[in-house]
Nanobody
Framework: QVQLKESGGGLVQPGESLTLSCSAS????????MGWYRQTPGQQREMVAA???????RYADSVQGRFTISRDYETNTISLQMNDLKPEDTGVYYC??????????????WGQGTQVTVSS
């Protein structure tokens, strides 16, 4: 089993930056992929960014070039560096992890979510 704990959410103004972190504990050696989904008002849940065991990354088109995901195998932690934040980025961000490639669409583990609010 894997437990995920998120941190780093908050309130920022447009154009500012914020970093989210997610720390995994438990049977972390089984993890193939980790990343972030977000739920924004009036939108369906979408995968924002993900990183696999081989350090391959993927991003939603809406955050491409602004967000960077990284994985630290020493601490079993992923970070999401979010730059040039926009009001459209507002939402609840959920860390996920999974043991299979399929976990990118149907994660095995979820964090509790952390609120990101971008507002003037």
């Amino acid at each position: 089993q894997v437990q995920l704990k998120e941190s780093g959410g908050g309130l920022v103004q447009p154009g500012e930056s914020l970093t989210l972190s997610c720390s995994a504990s438990g049977t972390t050696l089984t993890i193939y992929a980790m990343g972030w989904y977000r739920q924004t008002p009036g939108q369906q849940r979408e995968m924002v960014a993900a990183v696999t065991y081989g350090l391959n990354t993927r991003y939603a088109d809406s955050v491409q070039g602004r967000f960077t995901i990284s994985r630290d195998y020493e601490t079993n932690t992923i970070s999401l560096q979010m730059n040039d934040l926009k009001p459209e980025d507002t939402g609840v961000y959920y860390c996920f992890a999974g043991d299979r490639a399929l976990a990118l669409k149907t994660p095995d583990y979820w964090g509790q979510g952390t609120q990101v609010t971008v507002s003037s």
